[in-house]
């Protein structure tokens, strides 16, 4: 199995920046797609990003298309979620997880076998 923890949250102003990582252990990161998650208080998770194994294919949700990246560096056997522009609706506890790489890259929580314990990202205005 691989455990995945992730760092990087914080507090930050409307429009600041945050990197989120999240460090692999247990097993290469390269056998994995990997995806970010979002909860806020009182909502379902919900998809951010996602990245497959080699990093050539990406997704990103609609509402963080244009202000988010997704990257990963396999040889450091982490997952990078690059965020700008950030808006107080972004406020929540980030997850990291995983699934296998030899199945085509996931977008739902369902979809993961693999999660961090969450780094909270708090957006003021």
């Known amino acids: 199995q691989v455990q995945l923890v992730e760092s990087g949250g914080g507090l930050v102003q409307a429009g600041g920046s945050l990197r989120l990582s999240c460090a692999a252990s247990?097993?290469?990161?390269?056998?994995?797609?990997m995806g970010w998650f979002r909860q806020a208080p009182g909502k379902e998770r919900e998809f951010v990003a996602a990245?497959?194994?080699?990093?050539?294919?990406?997704y990103c949700a609609d509402s963080v298309k244009g202000r988010f990246t997704i990257s990963r560096d396999n040889a450091k056997n982490t997952l990078y979620l690059q965020m700008n522009s950030l808006k107080p609706e972004d406020t929540a506890v980030y997850y990291c997880?995983?699934?296998?790489?030899?199945?085509?890259?996931?977008?739902?929580?369902?979809?993961?076998?693999?999660w961090g314990q969450g780094t909270q990202v708090t957006v003021s205005s």
């Open positions: 990245i497959d194994w080699s990093g050539g294919v990406t």
């Open positions: 997880a995983g699934h296998r790489g030899d199945v085509g890259l996931r977008t739902t929580k369902d979809g993961y076998d693999y």
């Open positions: 247990g097993r290469t990161l390269r056998n994995y797609n």
